[in-house]
């Protein structure tokens, strides 16, 4: 199986969706990490330059 990482911050998703952050529809988001993607937005309001 491949392993999935978040698309923000590169973090292995794991093999179940516990770490999947949520979409507003209440769905799990299969790009984003629970740390960096919420309720269907960003949880941190910065550029990619200031993350890096």
Known sequence: MEEK???SCAMPMGDTDEMNGTNSDGTKNEDY???YYMDG???SDIS????I
């Open 33 to 35: 990490c629970k740390y």
């Open 5 to 7: 990482y978040c698309q």
């Open 48 to 51: 990619m330059e200031e993350m």
């Open 41 to 43: 937005a960003f949880t």
